[in-house]
C-alpha cells in the first residue's frame, strides 16, 4: 500500500461523508445563494455535524497529500505530517463555519410562491431576506389554491411554516 493509495481512500471516504451528512447538497444551495430553511423538527443530529467536519478534514488531508507527494515536496513522513495538519486545521476552522442555521427573523409582508398550495394545504414560498433568497414552507389559509408566482401576504410567520393566504393587492 502506497501513500498516494491512503490519501485517495481519504478522498474517496471524506467525499462519500460529505454526501451522508448533506454537505455537498448545502455547498450547492449555497453556491445558488439560495437558504432553504428546515422543518424545526429536521435539526441535523450531531453525526451530521460531527460528520461534516470530518469530511472536510480528510478531504483536506488527501488533497494536501495528494499535491505535495505528487509534487515531491517533502518526504512521505513529512507529507503525511503536513497533510494531517492540514487535515485538523480544516477540521477546526469548519467548526467555525459549519454552523447549524436557524431561522431568521422574518419580517416579510409578502412572499412569492414558489411550489403551488392547495386550499388548506402546503407548499413553498421565496422571499429575500439581508440580500438572500430565502425558501421556506408554507400554508395557504384561502379557500382557493395559490399558483406559483403569486405575491401572497404573509400571515404568520413564528413557526417553521408560515401562514400565508391570498394578498388583497394583487
Known amino acids: ?6 490519501y485517495l481512500a481519504a478522498l474517496l471516504v471524506g467525499l462519500v461523508l460529505a454526501g451522508v451528512t448533506g454537505l455537498l447538497r448545502d455547498l450547492r444551495a449555497i453556491g445558488h445563494r439560495h437558504l432553504v430553511l428546515p422543518h424545526a423538527d429536521h435539526h441535523a443530529g450531531p453525526f451530521a455535524v460531527l460528520g461534516a467536519r470530518i469530511a472536510c478534514g480528510l478531504c483536506a488531508f488527501a488533497i494536501v497529500g495528494l499535491i505535495a507527494a505528487a509534487r515531491h515536496w517533502f ?5 503525511a505530517a503536513v497533510a494531517a495538519g492540514a487535515g485538523i486545521g480544516v477540521c477546526l476552522l469548519s467548526t467555525i463555519v459549519l454552523r447549524r ?10 412572499a412569492i ?58
Open 1 to 6: 500500500m502506497t501513500w498516494a493509495f491512503l
Open 113 to 170: 410562491v414558489a411550489r403551488e398550495i392547495p386550499p388548506g394545504g402546503y407548499g413553498q414560498v421565496r422571499f429575500d431576506h439581508e440580500g438572500r433568497t430565502v425558501v421556506m414552507a408554507a400554508q395557504n389559509i384561502d379557500s382557493e389554491a395559490l399558483p406559483v408566482g403569486m405575491v401572497v401576504e404573509v400571515v404568520d410567520c413564528t413557526r417553521s411554516v408560515v401562514i400565508v393566504r391570498r394578498s388583497s393587492a394583487g
Open 75 to 79: 518526504d512521505a513522513l513529512t507529507t
Open 101 to 110: 442555521r436557524c431561522a431568521p427573523e422574518i419580517e416579510a409582508a409578502h
